[in-house]
């Protein structure tokens, strides 16, 4: 099949440059889209919300049809390692239904109530003011290098409570599982899969470490949850402190990464902050409807699905391009396109999700985000571009590797 058969082509060269276009063709031609893939992928904002709430939606994949309760042929050729630490990994809070996902969800939201999200506040205050300090003292630096990735990573690591760890190495190994599955070949696949053996091993340590150094911190909290036995398994424990640890930050590096990029790109916005600084918490909503980091999420159907005069069948990937949701003029208007950072209903997006899998999350990155971006800006006034934005070349994770500024 050649490309120009495809409605959307995620193997497409430059398209995570910018997916947008793609995205409004696909929400204009046929928004409720069989792809020849074999999977089904929705790009209006209604359909996105319904979906994303459905009760009779899974995010297991062993409710794919066809799937088999063994593994996979692909997966007995994988060294026994590998297979173990991918199994540990699909244990995680992303990937179980309810009632596995009520059980494990209420452990770990404990620490992400508002109040403790409030009481973090002066945490990032300083980590943010130390990176900017940073970036003065550079005068042109990579933004993502010296801002959007040290902030997220430290505060996640304090609130788990982990050991100093090899950061840069977490992050190159997190980028290799992040990429789409469908786009890659068979070395990168096995690429991928020792990357994951590797965040194991990593995260095993980290947890035997807080064993024998237990505080006041999420880790030790999940740690004694373990210990309950039937609240959280061993393997559960390994899974959810990975998803935290080594997954968890990556949104709200892209977040303000690509926050700062969409300023810089569109200066009366940049002005109108500087202008407005009370804009910040709603500049942060548009930013996430804008460029959301989560570019699609993927659905299984346990029933069919009747949408838009088509059934998608029981047993059925849908994949719901978050990107093009945001971006529906039919919801938004029709400046959907544009950057607004005071639009009324910037929070309509659906970058978080919604339903029993909206991002628990949300308002720690939302903090995160309006935190660096505003005081980046309000110290700055010499903010500028030094060159190109650079993005990574993943289609569902979507974030810029180079933002380089001057100040």
């Known amino acids: 099949m050649t490309d120009t058969e495809l409605l959307f082509d995620p193997s497409l060269p430059g398209l995570a440059d910018d997916p947008y276009p793609h995205y409004a063709r696909l929400r204009r031609t046929d928004p409720v889209h069989e792809h020849p893939a074999g999977y089904w992928m929705v790009s ?4 996105a919300t319904a979906i994303l709430r459905a009760p009779r939606m899974s995010v297991n994949e062993k409710n794919l049809a066809g799937a088999s309760a063994e593994d996979s042929a692909e997966a007995q050729e994988l060294p026994p390692a590998m297979v173990e630490a991918a199994n540990v990994m699909s ?3 992303l990937d179980v239904d309810p009632p596995d996902h009520t059980r494990l969800r209420s452990l770990v939201t404990k620490a992400f109530t508002p109040r403790s999200v409030v009481a ?19 005068g042109r630096v990579n933004l993502m290098d010296e801002l959007a990735f040290p902030v997220p990573f430290a505060v996640i690591s304090h609130m ?31 690429e991928g899969m020792a990357a994951i053996q590797e965040l194991v091993k990593i995260t095993r340590e980290m947890i035997d470490w807080k064993r024998a150094h237990p505080a006041d911190d999420l880790l030790t909290a999940l740690i004694a949850a373990e210990h309950e036995g039937d609240k959280l398994t061993a393997d559960e424990l390994v899974a959810q402190v990975l998803l935290l640890y080594a997954a968890g930050h990556e949104t709200t590096v892209s977040l303000i ?6 300023l810089l790109h569109n200066p009366d916005q940049l002005e109108l902050l500087r202008r407005r600084p009370e804009l910040a918490e709603n500049a942060v909503e548009e930013f996430l409807r804008y460029d959301p980091p989560i570019q699609q999420t993927r659905r299984i159907t346990t029933a069919p699905y009747p949408l838009r005069g088509k059934e998608i069948p029981a047993g059925s990937l849908v994949m719901v391009a978050i990107a093009a949701a945001n971006r529906d003029e039919d919801h938004f208007g029709e400046d959907a396109d544009k950057l607004r950072i005071d639009r009324p209903h910037a929070r309509q997006h659906v970058s978080f999700g919604a339903g029993v899998h909206h991002c628990f999350g949300s308002a720690l990155a939302k903090m995160e985000g309006r935190i660096a971006i505003s005081r980046l800006v309000d110290r700055f006034g010499s903010l500028a571009p030094a060159g190109d934005v650079a993005w990574n070349d993943r289609v569902e994770l979507r974030s810029a ?3 380089p500024i001057t100040v």
């Open 44 to 47: 209006r904002h209604d359909d």
């Open 120 to 138: 973090l506040e002066p945490t990032v205050t300083e980590l943010v003011d130390e990176a900017l300090d940073r970036i003065a003292d550079g």
């Open 257 to 262: 990464g690509g926050g700062v990029a969409a």
């Open 91 to 93: 244990l995680s809070l």
């Open 401 to 403: 590797k180079d933002v």
């Open 160 to 190: 788990l409570g982990t050991p100093s760890a090899d950061s840069d190495r977490i992050r190159e190994l997190t980028g290799k599982i992040h990429r789409s599955p469908e786009l890659l070949d068979e070395a990168e696949m096995i």
